[in-house]
């Protein structure tokens, strides 16, 4: 099921548009939502929070839209593959949240963004070792050298000051490297789920994962209001919302394109960092995400001897462009219908 519905990801509608863009808004503001829980809550308990309430608004939103039925599918998927689902949950969910928290201890929020952006790089450079089906040629691997040049950039130049600086941007590093593991996760072995199904089984494992470090770092104070909500708008927006909407955009317009947030989020996000925390946005930055992004291009370039797709969604025998390769050629389209 899933492979004929990626083999017909050549056309993109606006309502793909338009959860890409909403999916930018939601991811690009959860990092100022975490720089304001960091404000009373530990790296752990904030992650096992937004998690733990994520399950319970993603249980009760399909119960009301799926009924009993739909709950029961993604609790047999658990049951049959617990495996599979603490290993989604470790790399969709536990890892990368668990990275990003404890790296915007020491890095702005805005920043965290640019950092975690070279997701689709990420895609590319996994595609060959993940999927036989992806080949990455040679204007792909520039552009891939291109993008880790503006991640070099934005960490030799903003994050060495101090080693934990350092440190925080590299674990951002790590975030957007799993987060392109995670993908290559849902395309194989959850494509037959709804998105909503296997969000709920992602964060169901990682609440259970996440448990034990919250537990052993309970807060000594009662934290503030602005802490508490930001926890809570993380969980039922940032992660319920988000992951059904990403997993969505995986399963209908694949991996690659799905991660062509990261070409918005860090606008986003750099926009709400200078607005609502004075973070300064550098010239380093700005070459920094340019850099990335331009290398995002060009490794998601499709290649010139890719065929063309057919009135049917198929494409030539003998041309199949990769996973990054089919990427840029959707942006291009939804630039074009913008």
């Known amino acids: 099921m899933l492979g004929a519905r990626l083999g017909?990801?050549?056309?993109v509608s606006p309502r793909h548009l338009s959860l890409l863009g909403a999916l930018a808004a939601v991811w690009g503001g959860s990092y100022l939502l975490i720089k304001y829980?960091?404000?009373?809550f530990s790296a752990p308990?904030?992650?096992w929070s937004r998690v733990a309430i994520a399950a319970v608004v993603l249980l009760v939103a399909l119960r009301l839209t799926g009924g009993r039925p739909a709950v029961a599918g993604a609790v047999a998927e658990l049951r049959a593959r617990p495996g599979s689902a603490v290993l989604l949950g470790s790399l969709a969910v536990a890892l990368p949240f668990m990275l990003i928290t404890l790296g915007e201890l020491e890095v702005p929020s805005?920043?965290?963004?640019?950092?975690?952006s070279p997701a689709s790089l990420f895609v590319a450079l996994f595609a060959p070792f993940l999927d036989a089906s992806e080949?990455?040629?040679?204007?792909?691997?520039?552009?891939?050298?291109?993008?880790l040049g503006g991640v070099a950039l934005v960490v030799g130049v903003e994050s060495v000051q101090t080693v934990g600086q350092l440190l925080g941007a590299l674990a951002m590093v790590g975030a957007a490297a799993f987060y392109a593991l995670s993908s290559f996760l849902v395309k194989r072995r959850y494509g037959h789920l709804p998105s909503m199904q296997t969000s709920l089984v992602s964060i169901a494992a990682a609440t259970v994962l996440t448990l034990p470090f919250a537990l052993a770092t309970l807060p000594d104070a009662l934290?503030?209001?602005?802490?508490v909500a930001s926890v809570v708008v993380l969980g039922a927006v940032g992660t319920a919302l988000g992951f059904v909407i990403f997993y969505k955009l995986i399963n209908e317009v694949g991996a690659g394109r799905a991660s062509l947030v990261s070409y918005l989020a860090p606008g986003v996000a750099l926009f709400y960092g200078a607005l609502l925390l004075d973070e300064t946005i550098t010239a380093a930055a700005i070459a920094g995400l340019v850099l990335i992004l331009a290398g995002v291009a060009l490794a998601s370039r499709?290649?010139?001897r890719a065929g063309v797709i057919t009135a049917h969604g198929t494409r030539a025998a003998g041309h199949?462009?990769?996973?990054?390769g089919r990427t840029l050629g959707w942006h291009r389209a939804a630039l074009r219908r913008r």
């Open 8 to 11: 017909q990801t050549g056309l």
């Open 37 to 40: 829980a960091l404000e009373d």
């Open 45 to 47: 308990l904030i992650v």
């Open 110 to 116: 805005g920043l965290t963004a640019v950092l975690i």
């Open 135 to 147: 080949r990455i040629d040679r204007r792909q691997g520039i552009g891939m050298l291109m993008g």
């Open 223 to 227: 934290p503030g209001a602005r802490a």
């Open 302 to 304: 499709t290649s010139r």
């Open 320 to 324: 199949r462009p990769g996973m990054a």
